[in-house]
């Protein structure tokens, strides 16, 4: 990666989002409350658009082969270099499950058995949820894309805890852990706060 493409993970993910111009009329936007609204919102005095911001959903797998979870090295900022699980933003117009299988195909090139859901993270610092499913490897074959600097496979006693990239997959890593060996595996609904987020 050279470094024109290499910029700041800020550039990919401004917080907060806040717009300067109107994207249906190209015309300089106002941060208003509009009426019967109780937030502010970027507004548009000219053709009177309101751009409304919504979180957006992160959609990822824990591919299990065996007793072994897949993790990917990033390839790409953030978290250059770290480890995380296959996930990624949901596309407009797919499903959280088919978001999640697109990027493990993606990220990993991995053959794989859908499972059910198994975490719902609030991440409402960086104005995201995240959903991880579980999946069954049917194959060890990999196939790793350019976001991905190596795909492995690691025993649960070998995990990179250090070097995870995101708390998500952190915490998801966690509760694979303590369920595993019961083979049961509740749903997980928590959230992330900013001060967790820090120690990560
Ligand atoms: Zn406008």
């Given at each position: 990666?050279?470094?024109?493409?290499?910029?700041?993970?800020?550039?990919?993910?401004?917080?907060p989002r806040t717009l300067h111009y109107c994207t249906q009329c190209g015309k300089e936007l106002a941060r208003i409350i509009p009426p019967d609204d109780n937030r502010v919102r970027d507004?548009?005095?000219?053709?009177?658009?309101?751009?409304?911001?919504?979180?957006?959903?992160?959609?990822?797998?824990?591919?299990?082969?065996?007793?072994?979870?897949?993790?990917?090295?990033?390839?790409?900022?953030?978290?250059?270099?770290?480890?995380?699980?296959?996930?990624?933003?949901?596309?407009?117009g797919e499903t959280t499950a088919q978001g999640a299988v697109r990027e493990a195909d993606e990220e990993a090139g991995a053959q794989l058995e859908l499972g059910s859901l198994y975490t719902?993270?609030?991440?409402?610092?960086?104005?995201?949820?995240?959903?991880?499913?579980?999946?069954?490897?049917?194959?060890?074959?990999?196939?790793?894309?350019?976001?991905?600097?190596?795909?492995?496979?690691?025993?649960?006693?070998?995990?990179?805890?250090?070097?995870?990239?995101?708390?998500?997959?952190?915490?998801?890593?966690?509760?694979?852990?303590?369920?595993?060996?019961?083979?049961?595996?509740?749903?997980?609904?928590?959230?992330?706060?900013?001060?967790?987020?820090?120690?990560?």
């Amino acid at each position: 990666m050279n470094k024109q493409q290499k910029l700041e993970s800020s550039f990919y993910y401004p917080i907060p989002r806040t717009l300067h111009y109107c994207t249906q009329c190209g015309k300089e936007l106002a941060r208003i409350i509009p009426p019967d609204d109780n937030r502010v919102r970027d507004a548009c005095p000219h053709c009177g658009a309101v751009h409304y911001q919504n979180p957006r959903c992160v959609v990822g797998l824990v591919p299990i082969w065996e007793d072994q979870v897949l993790l990917c090295r990033r390839a790409i900022e953030p978290q250059y270099n770290k480890w995380t699980l296959p996930a990624g933003f949901m596309e407009l117009g797919e499903t959280t499950a088919q978001g999640a299988v697109r990027e493990a195909d993606e990220e990993a090139g991995a053959q794989l058995e859908l499972g059910s859901l198994y975490t719902i993270i609030d991440v409402p610092h960086a104005e995201q949820v995240h959903f991880f499913y579980l999946a069954k490897v049917l194959s060890p074959q990999l196939n790793p894309g350019n976001e991905t600097l190596e795909a492995q496979f690691f025993t649960f006693d070998a995990i990179p805890w250090a070097d995870i990239a995101f708390q998500t997959v952190a915490t998801t890593l966690q509760y694979l852990v303590e369920d595993f060996p019961k083979q049961h595996f509740p749903l997980r609904n928590y959230a992330i706060l900013p001060n967790q987020a820090e120690h990560s």
